[in-house]
């Protein structure tokens, strides 16, 4: 069950990087395919225009729907229409969850936009022949979908089974995004002594027990410093800030 991903966007360049790695391997190896498509094949005119003034005035350009029309023309059939996920600042937050969830789809289209915006009207058509995602990678503002896509598609094609060699790997942070939706604890490893700096010792004690609750309680004093939104109430405790 291979899944399949297409990407449309008017730099295909940027997604070269998607040919190397573990994504590259996914290709490679059939587990996954993945289209990458320039938008300007599916304009007309000598300069292939994908952008336009914005009605009612304002600064910047806006992108053209007929280009978008043709490219879902092209792309999304009557039966088994992809997930359609643009990305966009003005998104929900894209999360693990997410992730987990679309590397079970078996078809996912990414559609990049500039960040002044695709007219509107085109996420109001794509809605009626396919479902639509608007996701946000976090508050600040890139350029364009792209690099957001790059960070998405990663982000579901290593959930992909198979992909990953060891899935163990990925059993530590399938609540969330630690343990317990904790952040990771710190990782060490040889030699024990490096430019003066010792491994903690209880790391080297053998006591998996010791080991496993010197753990937990790094995850915790970590996300209680950088991020205490993640705590359940029950760790939220105000002395400790
Ligand atoms: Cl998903 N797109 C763009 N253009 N900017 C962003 C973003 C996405 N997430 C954060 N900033």
Same mark, same amino acid.
């Given at each position: ?32 395919? &993945?289209?990458?498509?320039? &938008? ?42 992809? &997930?359609? $996920?643009?990305?966009? *600042? ?10 987990? #969830? ?32 608007? $996701? ?47 952040? #990771?604890? *710190?990782?060490?490893?040889? *030699? ?6 010792? $491994?903690?010792? $209880? ?24 991020? *205490? ?5 029950? #760790? ?6």
């Amino acid at each position: 069950p291979t899944q399949r991903i297409d990407v449309v966007s008017i730099f295909p360049d940027y997604f070269a990087p998607l040919r190397l790695s573990l994504v590259g391997k996914a290709v490679a190896s059939g587990l996954l395919a &993945l289209g990458v498509h320039d &938008l300007r094949d599916w304009t007309h005119d000598r300069h292939r225009t994908v952008d336009d003034t914005p009605y009612g005035g304002g600064a910047g350009m806006v992108m053209r729907p007929e280009p978008w029309g043709e490219a879902f023309d092209a792309l999304v059939g009557p039966q088994d229409p992809p &997930l359609l $996920v643009v990305p966009t *600042p003005s998104g929900v937050p894209f999360t693990q969850a997410l992730a987990q #969830e679309w590397s079970r789809e078996p078809r996912l289209l990414f559609a990049c936009g500039r960040y002044e915006g695709i007219d509107a009207r085109v996420m109001e058509y794509a809605r009626s022949i396919m479902p639509v995602r608007e $996701v946000s990678l976090g508050d600040y503002v890139l350029n364009g979908g792209e690099v957001a896509v790059l960070a998405m598609v990663e982000a579901i094609v290593r959930l992909i089974p198979g992909v990953i060699g060891n899935p163990d790997s990925l059993v530590e942070e399938s609540y969330a995004d630690g343990q317990d939706g904790l952040l #990771e604890y *710190p990782v060490y490893t040889k *030699p024990a002594r490096w430019r003066g700096l010792e $491994v903690p010792p $209880v790391l080297l004690s053998g006591d998996h027990g010791r080991v496993d609750r010197w753990r937990r309680e790094q995850s915790l004093e970590r996300t209680r410093r950088r991020r *205490p939104d993640l705590l359940p109430p029950s #760790e939220r405790d105000p002395r400790h800030s």
